[in-house]
């Protein structure tokens, strides 16, 4: 017997396509020329390809070349592959997954020779054209925690003590048993593309990415490094590796001190850079950058109270007042304004104004109205004797910004929640999972955005973020990792209600059903008084 579904080859062109009963939607794709799809969106939910097609119903074969939901499942099956091939050459060796880096993932074995990335490549080409198969199992969660114990996955084993549900999706693949968090392709042989780059004391798996401008060449980032290190040293004093470890301090009731302490490193790390500041006489401009919902303007405001307690004086520059009247804002490819782009900003008025202010003189500062799309007629007249300018943008790190400040008059701060938290020992926490959260909480409250709002423009603000914030990352002086690691379980309280609302006739459903699954490895904290009211978190929660 046949059936018929709808697979949509355009943004609004479909085709009919029969199919029987015996047939999965791997299938369709092949036969309909979707060589490089990894999943599926059927009836508003992202689906595995070894699913059934439903009858009637509306297919979109993804790929993770232009989808982000697809690039992810690439990860979760590459990073399997890997495991695989690292257990198979070495079985006697500790293989990690640390962070996201460079377009890709940061993993480490131990010990780990740079030799050993040519053979862990060719074992997983070799796999790639085995095309095994990763197998879905449904069992009850206790029978799963015994799998994963006997495999030594004991991080996932003790992650399944906060499940909210009776039974546990377990993949398997060439006789492992994981579970990377969500769903898998259908077999190796979509993964060719999986890449393997030596990085410091480890290697980098690339994947393909949406975002074309993420796909960059691997370079030493030593800053980054710096960053990733203490963040793990900051792990290592609070006891905290993954997302079990931060339930077992809830549970036990030690989250208030936990708190405290992740604070008081928030504060030490923004004072430390505050006398590397402070101790430069020439500094006269600081500029904050750093992508969505990092922290830029809690971060810029503690920076400068602890630059005034060493005797420097500061003053606060708004770029958003440079923007220019909308009708002089150029659009992107999609035809939308770019409000993204340093071309919406008059950066010649800035740059003018910065001239007049550094050299003694006064400046007439423009102001900026939202609500109209157009600078008021009144100016701010502001003159400055030897105080810091304190600027704070998304183009921070781009010299055609300031470009009539000289570079040793500058001092540049990336600012991003570069978190090492693992959900276990083979997944990380997205960082851009941790941001979109704080966003839609964040524009809920002040501007009264609904959630579907925010992901609606989300990923116009993430490719805005690979074309005009990343690739000025390295060009900073210091980089301020704005996690706290304690944040998903105070924004589980203010995101889990609205996001369970989503249904899958709604659009970005997804989006919310993956932010949900996040979550739920989440115990829920509700005791917002113990958060300090200069917190980064604040500028989200309130």
């Not at 689906?47 to 979760?76: G, I, K």
């Not at 077992?248 to 505050?274: C, L, P, Q, S, W």
């Not at 950058?289 to 810029?300: D, E, I, L, M």
Request: with cysteine.
């Amino acid at each position: 017997m046949q059936n018929i579904c709808y697979v949509s080859i355009g943004e609004q062109e479909k085709i009919t396509v029969a199919f029987t009963e015996d047939m999965r939607l791997w299938q369709l794709a092949r036969n309909n020329g979707f060589d490089d799809t990894v999943c599926a969106m059927m009836n508003g939910r992202i689906v595995s390809l070894t699913d059934v097609p439903e009858p009637e119903s509306v297919v979109q074969f993804l790929s993770p070349y232009e989808n982000e939901q697809a690039s992810r499942v690439f990860l979760r099956g590459a990073t399997f592959m890997l495991y695989r091939a690292a257990h198979e050459l070495y079985p006697e060796r500790r293989f990690v997954v640390e962070y996201m880096l460079c377009g890709g993932i940061y993993c480490e074995m131990e010990p780990f020779e740079k030799a050993d990335i040519e053979a862990l490549q060719q074992r997983m080409e070799e796999l790639v054209l085995a095309d095994d198969d990763f197998v879905l199992h449904l069992m009850r969660v206790d029978e799963a925690k015994r799998i994963m114990l006997d495999e030594g996955l004991k991080a996932k084993a003790e992650l399944l003590s906060y499940r909210p549900f009776d039974y546990y999706r377990l993949y398997e693949y060439g006789g492992l048993h994981n579970y990377f968090h969500g769903i898998m392709p259908k077999s190796a042989g979509y993964l060719k593309d999986a890449r393997l780059y030596a990085y410091g004391e480890g290697m980098i798996l690339k994947i393909p990415t949406p975002y074309h401008e993420a796909s960059v060449s691997i370079i030493d980032q030593p800053k980054y490094a710096d960053v990733f290190e203490e963040a793990e040293r900051w792990g290592r004093e609070l006891s905290v590796s993954c997302v079990a470890d931060i339930n077992n301090i809830f549970r036990e009731g030690g989250m208030a001190d936990f708190i405290r302490v992740n604070e008081a490193m928030h504060e030490r790390t923004i004072a430390d850079i505050a006398r590397m500041i402070a101790q430069k006489d020439h500094v006269r401009v600081v500029l904050v950058a750093g992508p969505s919902s990092s922290g830029k303007t809690t971060f810029a405001t503690r920076l400068s109270v602890h630059l005034k307690a060493l005797g420097r004086r500061c003053r606060p520059i708004s770029v958003d007042d440079y923007y220019k009247n909308r009708e002089d804002i150029p659009f992107d490819e999609q035809g939308k304004l770019d409000f993204e782009c340093i071309e919406a900003l008059d950066t010649q008025k800035l740059g003018e104004d910065l001239q007049l202010l550094l050299s003694g003189e006064e400046a007439q500062m423009p102001r900026f109205d939202f609500l109209t799309g157009k600078r008021f007629c009144e100016t701010v007249p502001m003159k400055i004797d030897d105080d810091i300018l304190i600027i704070e943008g998304i183009h921070g790190l781009n010299n055609a910004l300031t470009f009539t400040v000289p570079a040793d008059k500058k001092f540049k701060i990336f600012i991003s929640p570069l978190t090492t938290l693992n959900i276990d020992g083979h997944s990380v926490v997205m960082p851009e999972d941790l941001r979109l959260l704080r966003r839609l909480v964040r524009d809920k409250r002040t501007r009264g955005y609904s959630f579907s709002q925010t992901f609606a423009i989300w990923d116009s603000v993430r490719r805005g973020e690979f074309k005009f914030i990343l690739p000025y990352q390295h060009t900073a002086d210091v980089m301020f990792n704005s996690t706290l690691l304690y944040e998903p379980l105070l924004l589980k309280k203010h995101a889990y209600s609205d996001l369970r609302r989503f249904t899958p006739d709604m659009p970005h459903y997804p989006e919310a059903l993956d932010l949900l699954k996040f979550l739920n490895y989440f115990l829920s904290f509700s005791d917002e008084g113990i958060v300090p009211h200069a917190s980064i978190l604040r500028e989200f929660i309130g």
